[in-house]
Structure formats: structure tokens, C-alpha cells
């Protein structure tokens, strides 16, 4: 990268350069010292914008939380629509960005761009007529899924492989349950993704006593 001069630097740029070096060397690859060199100034002059490693790494949060796109001009009896738009936003900035999807579960969505992402799930929550308890138990629900079918995903929790489960099953084991682990090592991520979805909202209708849209 050429080098920056000092007065073009920002807290976005910055971030923004940090999360490039995330993306490509990993969480535990980020350094000041390489943040500096990338952007082609000293690690010192970084402290103008950043007050240190913890704070750059919320700095990329908020960066992230802003990538994720909110639809405005649904109705608000849409919100089925809504929010299935708006959780698929989040999984694709994750899947974007696995190597940051740690940062999501260590620090605390309290940047301008997360509480926008929360004041929008509030007011769409409410718009579909939840309480304020409803809306942020839903909030949770929403935010948990996504972050743990890219977890799963992107290869964090283990899965099950088709070769090594039935090396292990017993000969004469169930037919049917062979079928059953195939399709569990062989299902396509975005399928189960949307199957996910499915399964979402039939549950937030079900329990809130919500039209479905």
C-alpha cells in the first residue's frame, strides 16, 4: 500500500485497514506494528485515532455492524420480509469476514452502527405489534442463530463427515440411518441456512401470534 499521510488517516480508515489484515492473516495475525506498515505510517500515529488494541477492535465491530444492510421501505406488516432480508445481510457480512466472527461474540454492540442495527430490530419488532420484552428476547433469538449456523459453517464447531461416520457404524446398522448422515455431511450450507430461517420465523409467529408475510 502507498504510503498515507497522516492527515487522510481516520478511526473508519483505519478499521477498515485492520479488518483487510483480519481477513487475511486472522484474528491473531492483527498487530499495531502491521497496522502501521499497511497503512504507511508509524504504529504511533495510529494512537490519534485509536486508543489502543481493545478499541481498534470495537472500532472494527462498528465498521462490520455497518456493513450489515437494514431495509427501510418495507411495510411494516412485511416484517417476515424484513427481517429475513436483514438476517441474511448479517450471514453474508460474516461469511465475508470469518476470521472476525469472534469479535461479534467478545464485544458489546454498544458503537453507533450497532445500536442502529438494534433500533432497527426494535422499531420493526414493534411494528409487528411484540412487546419490548418480546423484541429484544427475538433480537437475541435472531442474533444467536446466525451467529451459530456461521460458526458451524465456517468450521469452528466440528462437523460430521460422511467417510468418517460410516467407517464407525456397525455393518447391518439402519439403512435409513446411513441416508440420515449423508445428508447431514452433504446438505448445502445456504439450504440449511434458509431452512433455519424457516424454522425462525414459523417459531416467532407461533409464539407471538404473528401473521406471517
Not at 14 to 27: F, M, N
Not at 32 to 58: P, Q, T
Not at 110 to 122: E, H, I, Q, R
Request: hydrophobic share 45%; with cysteine; charged share 20%.
Amino acid at each position: 500500500m502507498a504510503a498515507t499521510d497522516r492527515a487522510t488517516l481516520s478511526r473508519e480508515r483505519i478499521a477498515e485497514t485492520a479488518l483487510e489484515l483480519i481477513d487475511r492473516d486472522g484474528l491473531e495475525g492483527l498487530s499495531m506494528r502491521k497496522l502501521g506498515a499497511a497503512l504507511g505510517v508509524e504504529a504511533m500515529s495510529l494512537y490519534h485515532y485509536i486508543d489502543n488494541k481493545e478499541d481498534l477492535l470495537s472500532a472494527i465491530v462498528d465498521n462490520l455492524y455497518g456493513e450489515i444492510e437494514l431495509p427501510a421501505d418495507i411495510p411494516k406488516q412485511n416484517w417476515e420480509q424484513a427481517f429475513r432480508l436483514a438476517l441474511r445481510s448479517f450471514y453474508d457480512v460474516l461469511l465475508r469476514h470469518p476470521a472476525a466472527l469472534e469479535l461479534f461474540t467478545t464485544h458489546r454492540a454498544s458503537s453507533d452502527n450497532a445500536l442502529a442495527v438494534m433500533g432497527w430490530a426494535f422499531d420493526r419488532c414493534k411494528m409487528a405489534g411484540l412487546t419490548t420484552e418480546q423484541a429484544a428476547s427475538t433480537f437475541h433469538f435472531c442474533v444467536a442463530f446466525v451467529l451459530g449456523h456461521v460458526a458451524t459453517e465456517i468450521g469452528m464447531m466440528s462437523r460430521i463427515e460422511a467417510d468418517d461416520t460410516t467407517q464407525v457404524v456397525e455393518e447391518g446398522a439402519n439403512p435409513e440411518f446411513l441416508v440420515f448422515l449423508d445428508h447431514i455431511a452433504t446438505a448445502g450450507n445456504a439450504t440449511v441456512f434458509e431452512f433455519g430461517l424457516e424454522m425462525l420465523f414459523a417459531s416467532l409467529a407461533t409464539t407471538f401470534g404473528l401473521t406471517r408475510s
